[in-house]
């Protein structure tokens, strides 16, 4: 199964794909942990990529698509994929679809995790206080703002992408960890039933 886990930053996505993956065996493919792969291992897109990063720009669909792909056809992929922080476009989303198309294969599963904006600057704010500070630079609720202001505009349109494909299902991300993923796996295991 092809799943797309969906939601605002902070919604907690990697962490459930990361209980996903343990549970059902299906690797996480977050394109932020990719494209550092692909650096560190000095591989042709990853070169290509590295001078992109050094000037300041973001990589482009196409290069991710290419690293997406690559990584795709590694074995561990066989039985299926969680699509972490990617597709985050509607072109990206057509491009994924266009490259598992080719592979005979489709987005199975798109489920969002329905957060309140308030819920997540609070949650920054508790791990700022946890932490006695941001535990990363760009950990803070002003980030979290910034980038929330960028999903609505750029990402938040996947929805209806993926609802008029009848893919998308929603969570209450809000919830404790355990009872979020008690959710997933409900949602999956009835799709996985039809």
Known sequence: MNLVLFGPPGSGKGT????????????????????????????????KCKAII??????????????????????D???GAIFDGFPRTIPQAEAL???LKARDKQIDLV???????????SRVEAR???SGGAARADDTPETLKARLEVYYKNTAPLLEYYKKQGKLVTVDGMAPIAEVTKAIAAVIEKAGSK
Not at 21 to 35: A, N
Not at 111 to 121: A, G, T, Y
């Open 128 to 130: 700022i206080a946890q």
């Open 16 to 47: 459930q794909a990361k209980i996903l993956q343990e549970g059902q065996g299906w690797p996480q493919l977050s394109t932020g942990d990719m494209l550092r792969a692909a650096i560190a291992a000095g591989t042709e897109l990853g070169k």
């Open 54 to 75: 050094d000037a300041g720009q973001l990589v482009s669909d196409e290069i991710v698509i290419g690293i997406i792909s690559e990584r795709y056809d590694q074995p």
């Open 77 to 79: 992929c066989a039985k």
């Open 97 to 99: 679809d266009s490259m």
């Open 111 to 121: 489920i969002e995790l329905k957060v309140d904006d308030s819920v997540l600057i």
